[in-house]
């Protein structure tokens, strides 16, 4: 198996570089992990590339070809930081770790060991039954933040969760008539199109639809970005809408925009008929769900959407934008893992509305515990970036809120 070697200061900047290119991936790899490589000789970079695009070359064989680009002779004897294990499978491209041996590269190293069955440690395993010097480890802090919803959709087999939400100092969404735009500043408004861009699917529920008639949609002139500096994305991430009282139709604005909707009805839904209907004119698809009761009625099994959406439709990241019943029940059954709050300094009053619904707690223990985990500025706004608890990584610092540009 792989070496863990000491390794030098040069060592971590290359895979630093690598890591750099894999963030240009950010809006286009999905299903796919991001992943970056770097090609070294006599300590000068020789080659380099990115995933692109899911179905596209990965990032060895464009590093590979980089080099010929750039007019040098080859990658042979080179050395490899590569921030995902290299693939020794076919898929829709050829297995990388198959170009890397052919390249004759002579050492690769990796940030993290791929989590999908169909890879983990077998691209190790090929490089090093082929001579080739394979070590692991180097930032895989870094790689593994990269890809969270990769890992948890592999290891958990649901989306890593994120709950989207704006309130006021005194913690409301809206007025108590529902308005609420805007109540964040137009900088957290753009920061939010930025992790829309990212996350391969939206959740909300019927509630916000009926009252928001929102598009949920990644609009690429608002995203803030030069066009020389990144790909401007064209991916729209998948709507996922929860309908549980069976409340909408397809005539709202989330079902006739650009990319896939997702409309999850309860098992037996008499309005699942109108939407397969409406999937001639838009790309519309049914998810019928099983319901649990509880003391207020039955309810989507909301663990089950999770689970249908990785293994079916692939999703990786899931943000949810949604109001307080669906991310109140998101919380309470612990199906989440992370939340991001925009704190706007304005003051609404007390009949406003509130971030979640919940049981009442009737003893401290019943409480939910969370960790902060960043608190920044964000034009006027203070974001708050929220983990779960049992989402704590016991190598990360022990200081686990952050405070920078307050």
Avoid at 105 to 123: C, F, H, L, W, Y
Avoid at 298 to 309: A, G, N, R, W, Y
Wanted: hydrophobic residues 40%; glycine residues 8%; aromatic residues 4%.
């Amino acid at each position: 198996m792989s070496a863990t070697k000491p390794l030098i200061l040069q060592d971590s900047q290359f895979m630093a570089r690598a890591l750099e290119l894999a963030k240009r991936g950010l809006f286009g790899t999905s299903p796919n992990p991001r992943v970056g490589a770097v090609l070294v000789k006599n300590n000068q970079i020789i080659g380099e590339g990115w995933h692109q695009r899911a179905g596209d070359k990965h990032a060895e064989v464009l590093a590979i070809e980089d080099v010929s680009v750039r007019g040098l002779a080859s990658a042979e004897n080179s050395h490899c930081y590569v921030t995902l294990e290299p693939c020794a499978h076919f898929g829709h491209t050829a297995p990388c770790a198959d170009a890397l041996i052919k390249a004759g590269i002579r050492k690769v190293t990796i940030a993290m060991v791929d989590p999908n069955p169909k890879v983990s440690g077998k691209g190790i395993k090929k490089l090093e039954d082929a001579g080739i010097e394979v070590v692991t480890g180097l930032l895989k802090q870094e790689a593994e933040k990269l890809n969270q919803g990769f890992v948890s959709r592999m290891t958990r087999q649901r989306p890593w969760v994120v709950i989207k939400l704006a309130m006021s100092l005194d913690g409301r969404t809206a007025l108590s008539n529902g308005v609420s735009q805007w109540i964040s500043s137009p900088e957290s408004r753009q920061e939010v199109q930025r992790l829309r861009a990212q996350v391969c699917a939206i959740l909300t529920g019927s509630g916000t639809v009926q009252g928001d008639d929102p598009r949920m949609t990644v609009r690429a002139d608002d995203l803030g970005y030069a066009h020389s500096l990144i790909s401007i994305p064209t991916r729209q991430p998948v709507r996922v809408i929860i309908d549980g009282q069976q409340r909408l139709n397809a005539d709202f604005q989330i079902f006739k925009q650009p990319g896939k909707s997702i409309i999850v009805l309860p098992r037996g839904a008499k309005t699942a008929a109108q939407f397969v209907k409406a999937v001639a004119q838009h790309d519309i698809e049914v998810l019928l769900a099983p319901t649990i009761s509880d003391a207020s009625g039955d309810h989507v099994d909301l663990d089950f959407v999770l689970q249908q959406l990785a293994s079916k439709w692939q999703v990786n990241e899931l943000m949810v934008e949604a109001g307080a019943g669906l991310s109140g029940a998101l919380i309470a059954q612990n199906l989440f893992d992370e939340i991001q709050i925009y704190m706007a300094p304005k003051v609404l009053g007390h009949k406003g509305k509130g971030l979640f619904n919940l049981p009442e707690f009737e003893q401290m223990a019943e409480i939910i515990n969370v960790r902060f985990q960043q608190v920044r500025a964000v034009g006027r706004d203070i974001k708050l970036t929220i983990k779960a608890s049992d989402t704590s990584n016991s190598n990360e610092t022990k200081e686990n809120t952050l405070v920078s540009g307050v």
